[in-house]
Nanobody, 121 residues
Framework: QVQLVESGGGLVQAGGSLRLSCVTS????????MGWYRQAPGKQRESVVI???????TYADSVKGRFTASRDNAKNTVYLQMNSLKPEDTAVYYC???????????????WGQGTQVTVSS
């Protein structure tokens, strides 16, 4: 019954901003680890940011200083504020969740369906 639903993607010009949301449902407890991942055409899936239940974050070097992850556990929602967007940020963005703090990178219990982010030059 667990479901992750992303929203907020769209088309923006370089330098613009978007705010992605990921709403989780069907879980009694907040996930200890949430992640935002993205996959661009012709590229491997990559981690954007990992955020723990208490808000500790680990960002990819490519987005540091531009993207900010946050979460509101009361609303079962994780956010990704994306500023100063670049064409290289164009990708399908996915949120993911797992209960355990431990685990191989990229291994999650649940994944959302993704939301498209397109940044034009």
């Amino acid at each position: 019954q667990v479901q992750l639903v992303e929203s907020g993607g769209g088309l923006v010009q370089a330098g613009g901003s978007l705010r992605l949301s990921c709403v989780t449902s069907g879980s009694t407890f907040a996930f200890n680890v949430m992640g935002w991942y993205r996959q661009a055409p012709g590229k491997q899936r990559e981690s954007v940011v990992i955020i723990t239940r208490t808000g500790i974050t680990t960002y990819a070097d490519s987005v540091k200083g531009r993207f900010t992850a946050s979460r509101d556990n009361a609303k079962n929602t994780v956010y990704l504020q994306m500023n100063s967007l670049k064409p290289e940020d164009t990708a399908v963005y996915y949120c993911a969740a797992r209960y355990s703090y431990l685990g191989e990178a990229g291994r999650y219990d649940y994944w959302g369906q993704g939301t498209q982010v397109t940044v034009s030059s």
